[in-house]
């Protein structure tokens, strides 16, 4: 049986890059439902910057490749609408300007929740997670990301999706 994707629920976005000392940065997106199965899974080829854009790019080169050359590619390709993209890698949130959706640096912590603080520079907790923000142009997705998350927290690893993605990569890598 099969769902359309219009009557489909909307699932939760998962990117990360894997980055390869030879052949350069390969980036994957996951998008799962809410209990944790896949809906698509798109990667993209390895980009690998060449001496001189490093040089002329300087600090900005890594949300440069992160968020616009794999980030966007990988999340235009999705069809599958959702709730919030979810990555571990801090220069992807750089791919906020490239979508409607929030994006958040997921971080795992042990810590005490200081929420009062945490909202006001742009974290919500998620069970065991601290999720980050991205802050571009004044806009500010923690109220946001905390009412989208809701209906899920406690029962979703926000951390175990990236290692599946990490494991389809180098799957491919191998394949080709």
Known sequence: ??????????????????????????????????VGRPLEFHCTAPIKPNRAQQILYGPTLAPYLYGE????????????EVLLICTDAEPMLAVREFTSV???????????????????????RFGRHRLRTCRLHGRDDAAQLAARLE???????????????REALLEAKRAA
């Open 1 to 34: 049986m099969t769902t359309s994707a219009a009557t489909r629920p909307a699932g939760l976005g998962f990117l990360t890059v894997v980055a390869d000392d030879e052949q350069g940065l390969f980036g994957g997106y996951l998008v799962l439902n809410a």
């Open 69 to 80: 050359q794999i980030g966007q590619a990988l999340v235009r390709k999705a069809t599958t």
């Open 102 to 124: 929030p994006v958040a640096l997921v971080e795992f912590t042990n810590d005490a929740p200081a929420r009062e603080q945490e909202a006001a520079s742009g974290v919500v």
């Open 151 to 165: 209906p899920l927290a406690e029962q979703f690893d926000l951390v175990e999706p990236f290692a599946r993605i």
